[in-house]
């Protein structure tokens, strides 16, 4: 975790990278506890633009587990991942929509948060005219936002 608060930019991109895969690879309770949650929100916030995708991939893929859900939420993971939908890259903009999708998944304190923070919005924009794979996520996070009738 030190890489990714301490190193270099570049260092700090690939350690995002890294726990990217380590969540992916499922084991990401072990990513949560070990501290690694923090970090990768604060580099989807204020990272490089490198670094903004590899965070959203790993918060993408962390957020698939109860335990690392209510840290992301804890950590204020919310509000960053709604910003990479609306302002980031054609890559950040998919990953922060599944992380999104993920996050509402199981969770009404989660929907209502995600819907707080302008999610819906910026997910229905993404829907109705991003690439194919982030109306897909966008969709599915939209979804998953309506199971409970959560709306902004």
Do not use: H
């Amino acid at each position: 975790m030190k890489l990714v608060i301490n190193g270099t930019e570049k260092l700090k991109e690939y350690a995002a990278w890294a726990l990217g895969s380590l969540a992916a690879s499922s084991i990401e309770s072990k990513v949560a506890a070990a501290g690694g949650v923090e970090p990768l929100v604060k580099l989807a916030r204020s990272g490089t633009a490198v670094s903004k995708e590899y965070a959203a991939w790993a918060l993408a893929s962390l957020a698939e587990e109860t335990q690392a859900k209510v840290a992301i939420v804890a950590a204020g993971g919310v509000g960053p991942l709604v910003d990479l939908v609306r302002d980031g890259t054609e890559k950040q903009r998919e990953f922060a929509a599944l992380a999104l999708a993920n996050l509402a998944a199981n969770s009404v304190e989660n929907r209502v948060d995600i819907a707080a923070a302008g999610g819906v919005e910026v997910l229905v924009e993404l829907a109705s005219g991003g690439t194919a794979t982030q109306m897909e996520c966008a969709a599915w996070a939209l979804g998953n936002l309506e199971v409970k009738n959560i709306r902004s």
